[in-house]
C-alpha cells in the first residue's frame, strides 16, 4: 500500500506524552522523506517535522525540544515521540511521504516525486 497509515493518536492530559507511528510501503520507505503535518480545527495545515532517509531531521519551532521525529527503515515505521504536550498541540496529525523519481509501484508511475498524504490520527490534549 502505498499510501502511508497513522496511528497512536488518542486523549492526553497537558504535560503528558504521547507516540504516534505511521507505516507505508517497503519498497519506497526507506528512500522517502517522511514528514509529519497538524491540522487543527479551522486552522491551515502545519509541517510539525521531517525525517530525510538518512535520519537528518527538522522540526517546526513550535514544537522544537518536546517532539522527536525517527523512523525504522527495516521495519518501514515512522515515529513522533511528542512530550510536555499542549491543548494547542491538539489536531489532526498527517504523515507525509515524498519518494524520488521516476518510479512505479502498485501501477502507480511517477516522474520527478511522488507525494502521498496519510488520513490523518486525531490527538486530543484536553484536560
Known amino acids: 500500500q502505498v499510501q502511508p497509515v497513522e496511528s497512536g493518536g488518542g486523549l492526553v492530559q497537558p504535560g503528558g506524552s504521547l507516540r504516534l507511528s505511521c507505516t507505508a510501503s517497503e519498497s519506497i520507505f526507506s528512500r522517502s522523506t517522511m514528514t509529519w503535518y497538524r491540522q487543527a480545527a479551522g486552522n491551515q495545515r502545519e509541517l510539525v517535522a521531517a525525517?530525510?532517509?538518512?535520519?537528518?531531521?527538522d522540526y517546526a519551532e513550535s514544537v522544537t525540544g518536546r517532539f522527536t521525529i525517527s523512523r525504522d527503515n527495516a521495519k518501514n515505521m515512522m515515529y513522533l515521540q511528542m512530550s510536555s504536550l499542549k491543548p494547542e498541540d491538539t489536531a489532526v496529525y498527517l504523515c507525509?511521504?515524498?519518494?524520488?523519481?521516476?518510479?512505479?509501484?502498485?501501477?502507480?508511475?511517477?516522474?520527478?516525486?511522488?507525494?502521498?498524504w496519510g488520513r490523518g490520527t486525531l490527538v486530543t490534549v484536553s484536560s
Open positions: 507525509v511521504l515524498r519518494a524520488p523519481g521516476p518510479g512505479k509501484i502498485d501501477g502507480i508511475q511517477w516522474g520527478t516525486s511522488l507525494e502521498v
Open positions: 525525517i530525510t532517509p538518512n535520519s537528518t531531521t
